[in-house]
């Protein structure tokens, strides 16, 4: 409400994800994973940008969000334990 003398500009908007569920990658992440679902979550990444680009794109990592960009942020080991297969099972899909 201008009457309370605030205004502000919008110096960056940044885009949504929207991959599709059915699609590839999607379903490599999710053999990769174990994992046989999909969520979404209220967030800012770039992401959008790559997919605004044509790029299909996925965000996925190690910890909770719940625990991220926190004062006392940290990440559990058997979680990077976990991440580190994931990345040693998508190397080898890629070269196989």
Not at 5 to 30: A, C, N, Q, R, V
Request: glycine share 12%; proline share 6%; with cysteine.
């Amino acid at each position: 409400d201008a009457a309370c003398g605030f205004s502000y500009d919008i110096e960056l908007e940044m885009p949504g994800m929207s991959l599709p569920p059915d699609h590839e990658l999607t379903g490599l992440i999710k053999q990769l994973t174990g994992s046989n679902s999909t969520g979404a979550v209220s967030y800012g990444t770039e992401g959008g940008f790559y997919e605004k680009a044509g790029i299909p794109t996925i965000i996925c990592g190690p910890g909770h969000i719940a625990q991220a960009h926190q004062p006392d942020e940290w990440i559990a080991i058997s979680e990077l334990a976990a991440c580190d297969r994931f990345i040693r099972r998508l190397a080898d899909r890629l070269v196989a």
